[in-house]
């Protein structure tokens, strides 16, 4: 069973920079994608980008749309979440996840594979 540790976290003035990372222990992401989700206090778990195995297609969500840019690195088995321009409504624990084989989704029930979460804290 693979498993994602989110780290990168932390509390940031508005306007600042974070990079979040996610290790998985396998080596591969072949077959699968890879996404962020995040959820603010008594929130609902949202979206927040997605990204192929290959890196060659990504999606995300409107609200982060130009701040936040998604990476991979599959020599280091890491998938990557630039956000700039951090907003205190950004603030949330942001979650690292890996889709069903050959899933493609929005949808946070098509992902099988959950780190523990990293807390990002933006302050006005």
């Known amino acids: 069973q693979v498993q994602l540790v989110e780290s990168g976290g932390g509390l940031v003035q508005a306007g600042g920079s974070l990079r979040l990372s996610c290790a998985a222990s396998?080596?591969?992401?072949?077959?699968?994608?890879m996404g962020w989700f995040r959820q603010a206090p008594g929130k609902e778990r949202d979206f927040v980008a997605l990204?192929?195995?290959?890196?060659?297609?990504?999606d995300y969500a409107e609200a982060v749309k130009g701040r936040f840019t998604i990476s991979i690195d599959n020599a280091k088995s890491t998938v990557y979440l630039q956000m700039i321009s951090l907003k205190p409504e950004d603030t949330a624990v942001y979650y690292c996840?890996?889709?069903?084989?050959?899933?493609?989704?929005?949808?946070?029930?098509?992902?099988?594979?959950w780190g523990q979460g990293t807390l990002v804290t933006v302050s006005s």
């Open positions: 996840a890996r889709s069903r084989i050959f899933h493609w989704s929005r949808n946070d029930a098509a992902y099988d594979t």
């Open positions: 396998e080596r591969t992401f072949i077959g699968y994608a």
């Open positions: 990204i192929s195995a290959s890196g060659d297609r990504t």
